[in-house]
């Protein structure tokens, strides 16, 4: 099974500020990449995923997330943040396609 | 939430007792996937099913068993319940390889 690393448990940040959420993983076989974005008191809810082809993968809400293979790593990016944008976010693999490893998650909090 | 329904939502019982917790999906998945939350750990997949009465174990299924004998409902037992399975869990679908897994909204389950 896959290993996924994210690497900073509390992102405190302000409101119109970018943010970056750190995600690495343990092989450099093909694997398939996901962010999922959890509301409080909800269940997750996939943010984007790459599986193929373009390298830099965008969600409709601005987030965006680069697969880089020399590195593991699958970085999630915003460069502008609102309150709403408030949640716990958990970066997840899969190398046999349909069984997830998830991440510790990366709670982000946005200030006024 | 994509169609699935968790029962119960909420349960506190006794180290000892059995629990059963269902999922219940009206999306005609193929796989649905049972998942523990708890801080620090992210999700950790306990079993999945890959078809009616075809399941597998995940990496923390100690404690756990399955069952799966209708395409839209997938049982999670503790036969004992410990203190240790005091968690959140979440059911999860999914069409299969490389495809998005959906989650339920989730029961929040205290062993005492």
């Known amino acids: 099974a896959q290993s996924v690393t994210q690497l900073d448990s509390q992102v405190p940040v302000f409101e119109e500020a970018p943010v970056e959420l750190r995600c690495n993983y343990s092989?450099?076989?093909?694997?398939?990449l996901f962010w999922y974005v959890q509301y409080p008191n909800q269940g997750l809810q996939l943010l984007l995923k790459?599986?193929?082809?373009?390298?830099l993968v965008e969600s409709i809400n601005g987030f965006e997330a680069e697969f880089n293979k020399s590195q593991t790593s699958f970085h999630l990016r915003k460069p502008s943040v609102h309150i709403s944008d408030t949640a716990e976010y958990f970066c997840?693999?899969?190398?046999?396609?349909?069984?997830?490893?998830f991440g510790a998650g990366t709670t982000v909090t946005v200030r006024a | 939430d994509a169609g699935i329904t968790q029962s119960p939502r909420h349960k506190v019982t006794e180290t000892g007792t059995p629990v059963t917790l269902r999922c219940h999906q009206t999306?005609?998945?193929?796989?649905m996937y049972w998942y523990r939350q708890d801080p620090g750990h992210g999700l950790r997949l306990i079993h999945y099913?890959?078809?009616?009465?075809?399941?597998d174990k995940g990496e923390v299924s100690d404690g756990y068993s399955v069952s799966r004998s209708k395409t839209e409902d997938f049982l999670l037992t503790l036969e004992s319940a410990t203190s240790s399975q005091t968690s959140v869990y979440f059911c999860?679908?999914?069409?299969?390889?490389?495809?998005?897994?959906?989650f339920g909204p989730g029961t929040r389950l205290t062993v005492l």
């Open positions: 997840a693999v899969s190398d046999e396609g349909y069984k997830l490893s």
């Open positions: 092989s450099s076989v093909s694997v398939y």
């Open positions: 790459y599986l193929s082809g373009s390298t």
């Open positions: 999306e005609n998945h193929r796989y």
């Open positions: 099913s890959y078809g009616v009465k075809d399941t």
């Open positions: 999860a679908i999914g069409g299969g390889f490389a495809d998005t897994q959906y």
